[in-house]
T-cell receptor
Framework: KAGVTQTPRYLIKTRGQQVTLSCSPISGHRSVSWYQQTPGQGLQFLFEYFSETQRNKGNFPGRFSGRQFSNSRSEMNVSTLELGDSALYLC??????????????FGPGTRLTVL | KNQVEQSPQSLIILEGKNCTLQCNYTVSPFSNLRWYKQDTGRGPVSLTIMTFSENTKSNGRYTATLDADTKQSSLHITASQLSDSASYICVVSDPGGNKLTFGTGTQLKVEL
């Protein structure tokens, strides 16, 4: 069974631009979560989608948004990029239940650099 | 505020040696505690998942222990290998079902 895939793997943008990242979960997984990882901060939860609906949301500004499609694939968008948005963005998928009770499987991440 | 603190922040050991990583948490109550291994440039991979009622769980050379009374967990690595060089992340989940609290990780380097 194929793992979680994320595209692109690397991205370089300039301040003020916007970016869209994509995540394809493991087949049969309906929950997709997004995380931002920066040195010293660890993984910070962005949001979780289940059945095309945002089920949970972390403490990030409205510039960060996401969506999920009927095939469970998910995208996240960051508008008006800031230097501080440079990070590794990780996507994780799990079965239908709550993330606290189901093992999450992470993708390789998208490394975003904002210049 | 629920927190998960890991120590040491970084560690260097020689190949073949054992080591123990620590995780202290304030999340209470909690439903389970997880340890992940993250290689550089890759996503985290699950090593162990323990419920609050479990004291120990092993995965090959990795053994996690949990003391729910003191809110401490440890990850013991036996006979370390170069491939064990990675960041090890402790994660605690709340029983409400929708929140995971991540530690900032311990960076382990195994040298010849």
């Amino acid at each position: 069974k194929a793992g979680v895939t994320q595209t692109p793997r690397y991205l370089i943008k300039t301040r003020g631009q916007q970016v869209t990242l994509s995540c394809s979960p493991i087949s049969g997984h309906r929950s997709v979560s997004w995380y931002q990882q920066t040195p010293g901060q660890g993984l910070q939860f962005l949001f979780e989608y289940f059945s095309e609906t945002q089920r949970n949301k972390g403490n990030f500004p409205g510039r960060f948004s996401g969506r999920q499609f009927s095939n469970s694939r998910s995208e996240m968008n960051v508008s008006t990029l800031e230097l501080g948005d440079s990070a590794l963005y990780l996507c994780a998928s799990s079965l239908a239940g709550q993330v606290s009770y189901n093992e999450q499987f992470f993708g390789p991440g998208t490394r975003l650099t904002v210049l | 505020k629920n927190q998960v603190e890991q120590s040491p922040q970084s560690l260097i050991i020689l190949e073949g040696k054992n080591c123990t990583l620590q995780c202290n948490y304030t999340v209470s109550p909690f439903s389970n505690l997880r340890w992940y291994k993250q290689d550089t440039g890759r996503g985290p991979v699950s090593l162990t998942i323990m419920t609050f009622s479990e004291n120990t769980k092993s995965n090959g050379r990795y053994t996690a222990t949990l003391d729910a009374d003191t809110k401490q967990s440890s990850l013991h690595i036996t006979a370390s290998q170069l491939s064990d060089s990675a960041s090890y992340i402790c994660v605690v989940s709340d029983p409400g079902g929708n929140k995971l609290t991540f530690g900032t990780g311990t960076q382990l380097k195994v040298e010849l």
